[in-house]
């Protein structure tokens, strides 16, 4: 084992392997292994500038025996087998899992020949790798980005580090004894917080990168991560009221004749969203003018209303596209290594954009700022982002980054960032919001707004949600949404999905935007046009908006609008407090209380910002249900009614609203 000192890293080779541990933020260090004779220049989600922490930091180095690195409160120790301990405010939490012959100590001494860092060679290419460390008892794991399961802590869970449609893999960890841990490869792979030992996968890498940091709590840890892999911008004025969507608006004049029923019914319409096939086909990113004869005009009847336009962009490009010759030619789409030439075939034969290829980017909002911005278009709807393939054969993918096994998870933020570069040029910089339908570590810099996906119309569903929107403010995401009601309704007259409508439009007051959205069956409304392509060729679904369910309902959402109305400059604040210091909108209970040992058990209400405390209606039914106050008073608002915490109490929970408590001290 051969230890230096180099560009304030501690260095070490042993073997074929080369380990770098190099100050990387507050409190943070950044390790890096590999068996090639260099380490590459990708920092990947460690993009953002940071201080000079390095010449804070101390290396110590004994001779051949060990070495040790320290950047703040956070050391790791290396012995004479370059087995790596990590430690906070000289306090344990995270060792390498070693299993063999030359482990120092006598208890740990192994025959089974497991190492904390396993290359396997993949033939012809670079290395699978696996990174181990020791489980600890009682430890409780978040964040990662957003799972579809019903588990907030994640320890004891098996996570697919791959992109699929309502599923975002950030593979961003927070951990209750005080740490936080990036995984900072791109790549396919897995992770598993077991009992006996963690273990981190990646399918085909060419180095081990992550990146560990230590916290007083958990505000500080994300602090620390948002400060090395970005923060969001302030959210851009008017767009913390109703957000109005539906699967979806096939014409001008259905869009106009939504907004001007808003307008006569005096209810501010923040927001209207127009969904896919829009356009002529996949890829050619434009309206279709038959049924969209002069968007501009669309435009300027919406804004005067006070209305904001978003527009959704498909990253398919059928193969009947305008622009898909010129694109294959240019080599801006996605490769298949094997099989048919295709990626995607919802109603065309599609491959997908390359964004990670800087000229495919360019070509990308070329046409959408000459067919969309330029006629007044406010934001866009980045749709399909992961991006969504036929099947998920990550081998059989290529990007001109790297094959899809490598690389294909940073895919939705470099597309986001495509449109976020591209606004900016045009000195939209403060108005920009992107809803997206994935992302990645850092996504949240380029103003990102991350949607839980195409979710099932269920209370089981609306609880996997609250988890979802939990993790992925951990794992860095402030802004996040839901489809109000989830994506999949078979029957929108039953009376148990009104019923899930109203307790999820409940929950969505408070929460970081109020979308209304949703695929309403049954689809029996007959097609526009008997063309297999355009704008009028496509199914829609049932009407969406506040008043499509009967005049209880209307009465419900009204009320819980008003509601949000009301709320707005708090909300505002919360969005400015994300962007100084990362901090979530939607929060656990223990991010708020984190030395309440009750509210690391919790998982079934959460905090909205540090003033209100939500409890969710999870359940078809339900009319009361428990919730957990921390220490200090409590106030209810549907009644005023105040009460002292310390204590689990029952609380009413009519159809007309949630328990929702303001913290009064």
């Not at 042993?14 to 541990?21: G, L």
């Not at 949404?481 to 009376?495: E, K, R, S």
């Not at 109305?565 to 991010?591: C, W």
Request: aromatic share 14%; hydrophobic share 35%.
């Amino acid at each position: 084992m051969r230890f230096w000192e180099e560009k304030q890293s501690l260095m070490w080779k042993h073997q074929y392997e080369t380990v770098m541990i190099t100050p990387w933020g507050e409190n943070s260090l950044r390790i890096r292994a590999t068996k090639y004779p260099k380490f590459t220049e990708n920092d990947w989600a460690l993009d953002e500038p940071v201080m000079d922490t390095g010449k804070n930091a101390s290396i110590t180095i004994d001779g051949k025996n060990s070495a040790s690195i320290t950047n703040g409160r956070l050391s790791i120790k290396v012995d004479f087998s370059g087995i790596m301990t990590f430690y906070r405010d000289g306090k344990k939490i995270l060792k390498e899992y070693h299993r063999d012959y030359d482990q120092p100590s006598c208890r740990e001494s192994r025959c089974l020949k497991i190492r904390g860092r396993e290359y396997k060679a993949i033939v012809g290419g670079d290395y699978a790798l696996k990174v181990r460390f020791e489980s600890n008892d009682g430890e409780k794991i978040y964040g990662m980005g957003q799972y579809q399961q019903s588990y907030l802590d994640l320890k004891g869970c098996t996570l697919e580090l791959a992109q699929r449609n309502s599923q975002v893999t950030i593979p961003f960890a927070v951990s209750s004894m005080g740490y936080g841990f990036l995984w900072n490869h791109p790549g396919v792979g897995n992770v598993v917080f077991g009992k006996n030992f963690t273990e981190w996968e990646a399918r085909a890498t060419k180095q081990m990168d992550y990146w560990v940091t230590v916290g007083e709590n958990p505000s500080e840890i994300i602090e620390n991560y948002t400060a090395v892999t970005g923060k969001a911008p302030m959210l851009p004025e008017g767009l913390l009221g109703l957000w109005q969507c539906k699967l979806r608006y096939r014409t001008q004049e259905e869009v106009l004749g939504v907004a001007r029923k808003y307008k006569e019914l005096g209810i501010p319409l923040d927001v209207i969203v127009i969904d896919f096939f829009h356009w002529t086909r996949q890829g050619d990113w434009k309206f279709d003018k038959e049924y969209w004869p002069d968007p501009k005009a669309m435009c300027d009847e919406l804004h005067e209303m006070g209305t904001k336009v978003v527009v959704s962009v498909w990253p398919s490009v059928d193969k009947k596209s305008e622009n898909f010759a010129e694109m294959a030619e240019r080599g801006l789409l996605i490769q298949t290594e094997r099989g048919t030439n295709q990626t995607y075939d919802f109603q065309g034969d599609c491959l997908e954009i390359d964004v990670t290829n800087p000229e495919a980017q360019a070509f990308l909002w070329e046409k959408c700022k000459k067919n969309y911005y330029d006629y007044g278009i406010d934001m866009f709807w980045l749709d399909n982002a992961e991006p969504d393939y036929n099947v998920y054969d990550f081998d059989n993918y290529r990007y001109m980054l790297g094959t899809a096994l490598e690389v294909s998870n940073i895919y939705p933020k470099l597309y986001t960032k495509t449109f976020y570069d591209g606004l900016k040029a045009e000195g939209a910089e403060g108005k920009i919001l992107h809803l997206v339908r994935s992302g990645w570590a850092g996504s949240q810099k380029y103003a990102t707004l991350l949607w839980s996906g195409d979710v099932p119309s269920t209370f089981e569903s609306l609880q996997d949600q609250i988890n979802a929107g939990l993790n992925a403010g951990l794992a860095g995401i402030p802004w996040w949404t839901t489809d109000i009601g989830g994506f999949m309704t078979d029957d929108v007259a039953d009376a148990d999905f009104k019923e899930l409508l109203l307790r999820w439009f409940e929950f969505a007051v408070f929460s970081p935007i109020l979308r209304m959205h949703g695929d309403r069956g049954p689809h029996n409304i007959p097609p526009l046009s008997e063309k297999e392509w355009g704008g009028g060729s496509l199914y829609t679904g049932q009407s969406n908006e506040l008043w499509s369910y009967g005049e209880d309902a209307f009465a419900i959402m009204k009320q819980q609008l008003e509601l949000r109305l009301s709320i707005k400059p708090y909300v505002k604040s919360l969005m400015q407090e994300a962007s100084k210091t990362g901090a979530p909108l939607l929060r656990t209970m223990f991010f708020e209380f984190p030395e309440d040992k009750q509210c690391w058990e919790i998982e079934d209400q959460y905090m909205f910002g540090s003033r209100y405390l939500v409890a969710p209606v999870l359940h078809l039914g339900e009319r009361e249900r428990s919730v957990y106050l921390p220490a200090g008073s409590w106030k209810r608002l549907a009644d005023g009614k105040v009460f002292e915490g310390a204590q689990v109490i029952t609380s009413e929970a009519p159809l007309e609203w949630i328990p929702v408590f303001e913290r009064l001290s």
